[in-house]
């Protein structure tokens, strides 16, 4: 590790793998210009530290905000070297950006159900589709949500954009919580048609299709932009889930394209169709990132102008991994996988009333966590009969307080991992056990399981009490 005083062996692997230190990743001809550092990095970030004396104030509204499999590193304040996101790198200037932040699985619609529920996706018959492929699979609606406790507690909840917990007519956010839903159901859709995977039309207004064939992501934008400029009279919850940058690989320029990927969906094998393998370039998820980073830009623009910024709880994060374009140096693994790059994600968080901004925050945290902690700060109590697996982190965000020390365990067919502090356990496809210092190996390519045999069975053991409560995996 390179001798830069004042850093922990931790913060600096955090530091090198978000692009912080800008010397370590871009050499000594970045270090020696501020200029060559990405749009909204800060040279002031200092380590997360809650605000002193801090005193309860009114709940807040929350807005979470998904992308959809953006990678660990395609935000410019996450080290994008080509990827220009100034609206979100300003939001992570403004509150806390967290370098060891977790999906909570590596593909959509489990993350969304360890989000919703507050619970490992295999908890619940749903959250074992890894992704949920067919009508009946979802979100049970008597399974408590985010949505339905804060609600309970006298909030309002609207769900625009993505899904992914399962479709009419037994499953629909609007039966788990969501006082409103307009969006999609499914995984994925084309841009303009908005046929999905099963090929038929999958844009509705509550549970009623509603018909415009502009750009998806310009149609949810003006959506959420809506909602954050009414007067509510009591707080809000937004749960804002874009599709960009998932695939198919299509901008706003890209009409004709997304017309010739419609008429493949009609005429069969739609979700053949939609992975576009013979399409997409770094360039062309460049500006699907770019135009995602714009559309949160103006959500946050309508929220300054509505007078709400200051009392509104904003957390920016991705359901999984990147997938074929991302950029996710110096991770390995993707999309669907349990090495770094395939649960890794780029967190921000800000709440102006609450925490100071130009911070940076190294602890591991996962998608249960702010289920647990967007809980605690609206007032709601989780259920007793439906026991979160995420630790609320209000006290480390608002009194400075320890994150409880505890294990992050996943679970995907294929593969299993556990995180214990800087330890990482690990089992590949082939059933082989490994053992990574992701403190200073965030590559995961230096495999200490026969140097630490006793760690790896430790690790190992307890990955396996956690996995022994969850539901078996149907047959495959």
């Not at 908890?123 to 890894?130: I, K, M």
């Not at 910024?309 to 990147?322: H, I, M």
């Not at 800000?350 to 902690?373: K, M």
Request: hydrophobic letters at 35%; charged letters at 25%.
């Amino acid at each position: 590790m390179p001798d830069i005083p004042g850093i922990s062996r931790r913060a600096f692997g955090g530091l090198v793998g978000g692009g912080a230190v800008t010397a370590a990743v871009t050499g000594p001809a970045a270090a020696s210009s501020t200029a060559a550092a990405p749009t909204g990095r800060s040279t002031a970030e200092r380590p997360f530290g809650a605000r002193p004396g801090g005193r309860p104030g009114r709940r807040p509204n929350i807005l979470f905000i998904l992308g959809d499999d953006l990678g660990w590193a395609d935000l410019s304040s996450y080290g994008s070297p080509h990827i220009r996101t100034p609206h979100l790198d300003r939001l992570a200037a403004q509150g806390v950006r967290f370098t060891h932040a977790y999906a909570g699985s590596a593909t959509c619609s489990p993350t969304r159900f360890s989000l919703y529920t507050g619970r490992y996706p295999g908890r619940t018959p749903g959250g074992l589709a890894e992704p949920l492929g067919n009508r009946t699979q979802g979100l049970d609606p008597d399974h408590p949500t985010l949505a339905s406790l804060l609600k309970r507690a006298g909030y309002a909840t609207a769900l625009i954009g993505k899904w992914h917990c399962g479709w009419l007519p037994d499953h629909s956010p609007t039966k788990s919580g969501w006082d409103e839903f307009f969006g999609n159901f499914g995984g994925a859709l084309e841009y303009f048609s908005k046929l999905g995977q099963f090929g038929d039309y999958d844009l509705y207004e509550g549970d009623a299709t509603y018909e415009d064939l502009r750009y998806y992501t310009t149609v949810l934008t003006e959506r959420a932009v809506e909602y954050v400029g009414r007067d509510h009279g009591r707080p809000w919850l937004l749960n804002l889930n874009f599709t960009t940058p998932h695939w198919p690989w299509l901008t706003e320029d890209d009409e004709e394209t997304g017309e010739e990927i419609a008429a493949k969906i009609r005429s069969g094998n739609a979700l053949g169709a939609l992975l576009h393998r013979d399409g997409g370039s770094v360039e062309k998820y460049r500006e699907m990132v770019e135009n995602l980073d714009a559309s949160v830009g103006r959500v946050l623009t309508a929220l300054r102008r509505s007078g709400q910024e200051e009392d509104t709880l904003v957390v920016f994060a991705s359901d999984n991994g990147g997938e074929r374009f991302s950029y996710q140096w110096p991770l390995s693994g993707a999309k669907s996988g349990l090495l770094e790059g395939g649960i890794r994600i780029p967190t921000v968080l800000r709440w102006p009333a609450r925490v100071d901004g130009r911070q940076v925050s190294h602890e591991p945290v996962f998608s249960p966590d702010w289920t647990a902690t967007l809980l605690e700060v609206g007032g709601a109590r989780p259920d007793p009969a439906y026991p979160l697996d995420g630790h609320s982190l209000a006290d480390y965000l608002l009194r400075g307080g320890d994150i409880p020390e505890r294990d992050l365990f996943w679970r995907v067919r294929g593969n299993r991992a556990l995180r214990r502090g800087d330890w990482k356990y690990y089992r590949d496809a082939a059933g082989k056990d490994h053992l990574f210092d992701l403190a200073g190996d965030a590559r995961e390519q230096a495999d200490l399981a026969t140097v630490r045999p006793d760690l790896l069975a430790e690790l190992k053991s307890a990955w396996e009490k956690i996995d022994s409560g969850l539901l078996p995996y149907p047959a495959a």
